[in-house]
């Protein structure tokens, strides 16, 4: 495929170095003379020296017949410029990074729609639940980044004498924002489907809006039966540290964030009001005793220092921390890590590097991951005109235990789809699918897998 990189820096020359080792034709783009001579000597692409967000230099850069276009500067709002320029002037897919979580907050303003761009990109939102899936299931659906953080997706294990053992999913009575995407049952996963009865002893994973998430659990659960909370502590209150706190549900982990910045506390205060805050250093071995870094069920630190998040694992996997995990970015760190007693380590660069190589797709998908264990593939895709999909409603598509559609986005609004709803040209979906119907599942919306 042919892939626009826009940004010649530390993860752009990662991300071109990846794609050029899977054999993509990239063009790079940089305002830094340097930089474009050193990606130019190391690696098999056409670096060219200009600014991104200047239509001379994208036509100049062939921009009219890009497959991709990465923007990955340093600069969110040059990322949402040019990408936007580069969507406009023919690219197919155009994607922007940013780091400011205003750019993701469809709330007050939907900068993704407004541009045009097909998605926004924060590695530290990435990075965060990445490290989510490893505390809560590493086997759980990463909805979150698809569904741009509108719809949340919960995993719970049935209990033997919860009200929905030996029912029929299409009796259970849930919300109407609420759908049950995946059971999980004797080492099996699959896609749910109406028909599907709920035994007990199943892991199953419910999507909707957090509000009626929260309501639903308690056909999966008993009230006699409460769960120990898992302790989290978190060190470093940064984009990451913050992503990873708001993501665990206080009504199943109790989250404390050591933060050595106080105007930074004084933020992660306001914003997340039920979690404990403390203004101080997780290098020192005292504060990690005396906030409970050795009864810990999970420590995590991503402070933004390679060096001091392996240190601060250190010292709580030796206070008796039950799993330790990092964020650590030096790749020629990985070997070590492990001999150091670190559990789970996240890297920012494989972390974008996994999510970009899940956008380099043809026809309506958009992006693709698949689940790491299972057969289960979470696509987003693109509804375009004339696809088969938009000429019935949901229920009437053939559609059952191959592929469930979980979220719709029509006119920047996303929600999760009832059966009666029928697709539009236009729509952006997220669906999760059986690989080995993918590609029938594929046809359907206009093309193949």
């Given amino acids: 495929m042919r892939v626009l990189t826009l940004g010649a820096g530390t993860v752009g020359h990662w991300i071109a170095d990846v794609l050029c080792r899977r054999r993509h034709d990239v063009t790079v783009i940089d305002t830094d003379a340097e930089r474009v001579?050193?990606?130019?000597?190391?690696?098999?692409?056409r670096a060219i020296h200009g600014n991104a967000a200047h239509s001379s230099v994208l036509f100049q850069a062939d921009v009219f017949s890009a497959?991709?276009?990465?923007?990955?500067?340093?600069?969110?709002?040059?990322?949402?410029?040019s990408a936007s320029m580069a969507k406009a002037l023919g690219a197919r897919r155009s994607i922007a990074r940013v780091y400011a979580p205003v750019f993701r907050e469809a709330s007050t303003f939907d900068y993704q729609t407004h541009f045009g761009i097909d998605s926004l990109l924060s590695l530290e939102q990435l990075s965060a639940f990445e490290l989510v899936r490893a505390i809560r299931n590493p086997d759980a659906i990463?909805?979150?980044?698809f569904a741009r953080g509108h719809l949340e997706v919960y995993e719970v294990e049935v209990e033997s004498k919860a009200s929905a053992v030996g029912v029929r999913l299409r009796e259970l009575r849930l919300p109407g924002s609420v759908r049950i995407g995946s059971i999980q049952r004797d080492g099996e996963m699959w896609i749910a489907s109406a028909e599907d009865e709920i035994h007990g002893g199943d892991r199953i994973s419910m999507i909707g809006v957090p509000s009626d998430l929260n309501k639903s659990r308690a056909k999966f659960t008993t009230v006699s039966k409460r769960r120990k909370r898992n302790t989290v502590l978190i060190a470093g209150g940064g984009e990451i540290g913050f992503h990873l706190a708001r993501a665990l549900p206080a009504s199943d982990y109790r989250t404390t964030i050591l933060e050595y910045d106080p105007r930074r506390c004084e933020q992660l205060a306001k914003l997340l009001p039920d979690l404990t805050i403390v203004n101080a250093s997780a290098n020192n071995r005292s504060v990690l005793e005396d906030e409970g870094g050795g009864a810990a069920d999970y420590f995590v630190a991503c402070t933004g220092g390679d060096e001091s998040n392996i240190m601060?694992?250190?010292?709580?996997r030796e206070l008796g921390a039950r799993r330790v995990m990092a964020v650590v970015g030096r790749p020629d760190y990985a070997n070590v890590v492990g001999k150091l007693g670190i559990d789970h380590v996240v890297s920012e660069r494989d972390t974008a590097a996994r999510q970009i190589l899940g956008f380099l797709n043809e026809g309506p998908i958009i992006s693709h991951r698949r689940l790491p264990n299972g057969n289960i593939g979470v696509y987003e895709?693109?509804?375009?005109?004339?696809?088969p999909v938009t000429e019935a409603t949901l229920a009437d598509l053939p559609f059952a235990g191959r592929c469930l559609i979980t979220a719709i986005?029509?006119?920047?609004?996303?929600r999760v789809?009832?059966?009666?709803?029928q697709l539009k040209p236009g729509d952006i979906v997220v669906a999760l699918v059986d690989q080995q119907h993918a590609?029938?599942?594929?046809?359907?919306?206009?093309?193949?897998?």
């Fill in 142 to 145: 990463p909805l979150e980044h």
């Fill in 37 to 45: 001579r050193q990606i130019d000597s190391e690696l098999d692409v």
């Fill in 381 to 387: 895709l693109e509804v375009v005109d004339g696809a």
């Fill in 409 to 414: 986005q029509r006119d920047s609004f996303i």
């Fill in 312 to 316: 601060a694992c250190v010292e709580a």
């Fill in 439 to 449: 590609s029938d599942c594929m046809a359907l919306f206009g093309g193949r897998s």
């Fill in 417 to 421: 789809p009832m059966a009666s709803d």
């Fill in 67 to 81: 497959d991709i276009c990465l923007a990955v500067t340093g600069d969110d709002e040059a990322n949402v410029v």
